[in-house]
C-alpha cells in the first residue's frame, strides 16, 4: 500500500520562475491539502482539495494555485517566485472528514 | 482562525526519563489533534492523535491528554532513547467541511542524551 508521494523531491528555480509540484495520495484517500514548511518553523496549510475544488485556503497569495484530479492527484504551482519561497513543500492526504492524515516526504523548492 | 501555541521550543533530557511537551489552541471547533515528529531532512511522521470526545490515549511510550475546558493538549514520552530526539509539532483541526486543515504549533527540538 503505498503511502503519499510526491515529486520533485529537489529543485532549484530562479526568481520571478514558475514551478508545478506534485502529490499523489495515499491509497483510499479523496481528499489533498498542501503545506509550506520554511526552515525552523511548523508547516503552513496553503489549501485543500476535496472533489476537484479547492475547498479551503489559508492565507497565501494568488500565486499559489491548485488543482486536483479525477484520480484524487494534486498539484501544487506557485507563479513569479520570490527568494522567499524557498521552503518543503508537503503534501497530506486523509479520507474527507475525521480520518487520520498522513504527509509524504515533500519537495524541497529553493528559489535563487 | 485557530491559533496553536508549543510550550517548550527546546527540551533536553537523559535518557530513561521522561518528556512532557505541552500545546494550547484558541478555536473551541478543533476537535482532532495530532502529533508529528519530524527528523532532520525528513517529513512529519504522525505518532499519535487524539481527538476531542476522548481524554487520553496511550501507545506504548508515548501518550496524550486532552483538557477541552482548558484548551490544551500534551505529550508523554516516559523511557526516553536517543532516537527519540527531533522535532515535535502538535496541530489542531477543526471538524465538519474544514477537516483537515491542521494549523501547527511552532514545534520542540527534544534532545535525549544517552
Known amino acids: 500500500d503505498a503511502g503519499v508521494t510526491q515529486s520533485p523531491t529537489h529543485l532549484i528555480k530562479t526568481r520571478g520562475q514558475q514551478v508545478t509540484l506534485r502529490c499523489s495520495p495515499k491509497s483510499g484517500h479523496d481528499t489533498v491539502s498542501w503545506y509550506q514548511q520554511a526552515l525552523g518553523q511548523g508547516p503552513q496549510f496553503i489549501f485543500q482539495y476535496y472533489e476537484e475544488e479547492e475547498r479551503q485556503r489559508g492565507n497565501f497569495p494568488d500565486r499559489f494555485s491548485g488543482h486536483q484530479f479525477p484520480n484524487y492527484s494534486s498539484e501544487l504551482n506557485v507563479n513569479a517566485l520570490l527568494l522567499g519561497d524557498s521552503a518543503l513543500y508537503l503534501c497530506?492526504?486523509?479520507?474527507?472528514?475525521?480520518?487520520?492524515?498522513?504527509f509524504g516526504e515533500g519537495s524541497w523548492l529553493t528559489v535563487v | 482562525g485557530e491559533n496553536v501555541e508549543q510550550h517548550p521550543s527546546t527540551l533536553s533530557v537523559q535518557e530513561g526519563d521522561s518528556a512532557v511537551i505541552k500545546c494550547t489552541y484558541s478555536d473551541s471547533a478543533s476537535n482532532y489533534f495530532p502529533w508529528y515528529k519530524q527528523e532532520l531532512g525528513k517529513r512529519p511522521q504522525l505518532i499519535i492523535d487524539i481527538r476531542s470526545n476522548v481524554g487520553e490515549k496511550k501507545d506504548q511510550r508515548i501518550a496524550v491528554t486532552l483538557n477541552k475546558t482548558a484548551k490544551h493538549f500534551s505529550l508523554h514520552i516516559t523511557e526516553t532513547q536517543p532516537e527519540d530526539s527531533a522535532v515535535y509539532f502538535c496541530a489542531a483541526s477543526p471538524g465538519g467541511t474544514s477537516y483537515g486543515k491542521l494549523t501547527f504549533g511552532q514545534g520542540t527540538i527534544l534532545t535525549v542524551h544517552p
Open positions: 497530506a492526504s486523509t479520507l474527507d472528514r475525521g480520518n487520520t492524515i498522513y
